[in-house]
């Protein structure tokens, strides 16, 4: 059965509900496979974070890019994955792969309709505006604002954190509610 005999089962005077398994039946089908993309409602910034494992590389305090401040702020320290579909992440120690889900790395995240910012929002509540800067296969870069050093007590400075794709040896495994890899 063809996709357009279904359809025109659809406008006859048949059972509707034996049309509408002919036209399912017709989609199923394998020589008549939709060829769109997995997701393909999700934002273009998403897909990009979704299509690899991410590794944070560095980490620049205010318009100094000259000294890479990673060791200062472990806190943003990590690898991540991204499910476009289901609009998840997870997140990692790097240190030794286990997941930090159970210490409010795992949750929500979309972009703004204008992709200047990306929130997410942890599964224990905690939500988070970072401020998209690079976006593209080789490079995840935004920047927020946390206290200097991430201590209590500290002005408030503006970081830059920039993933590349993660090429490690650790095979992280996502949880439940995070696409594969």
Not at 7 to 28: E, F, G, K
Request: proline content about 6%; hydrophobic content about 35%; glycine content about 8%.
């Amino acid at each position: 059965m063809t996709i357009q005999s279904a359809m025109s089962d659809l406008n006859q005077s048949h059972s509707p509900t034996i049309a509408a398994l002919a036209l399912a039946a017709a989609l199923l089908a394998p020589g008549y496979a939709l060829a769109a993309p997995a997701c393909a409602a999700a934002s273009p910034d998403a897909q990009v974070l979704a299509a690899k494992t991410w590794l944070t590389t560095a980490v620049y305090e205010g318009d100094d890019r000259s000294t890479n401040q990673v060791e200062r702020y472990p806190g943003v320290v990590g690898i991540s994955l991204w499910d476009a579909c289901s609009n998840r992440y997870e997140y990692f120690d790097p240190a030794t792969g286990r997941s930090r889900s159970q210490q409010g790395g795992a949750g929500w995240f979309f972009f703004t309709g204008d992709r200047q910012y990306q929130h997410t929002v942890s599964d224990n509540g905690t939500q988070l505006r970072r401020k998209m800067e690079v976006i593209h296969p080789t490079e995840f870069t935004y920047s927020r604002q946390v206290t200097k050093d991430m201590r209590e007590g500290q002005p408030l400075v503006t970081i830059h954190v920039v993933h590349t794709p993660y090429t490690g040896a650790f095979q992280v495994q996502p949880s439940a509610g995070i696409g594969t890899k």
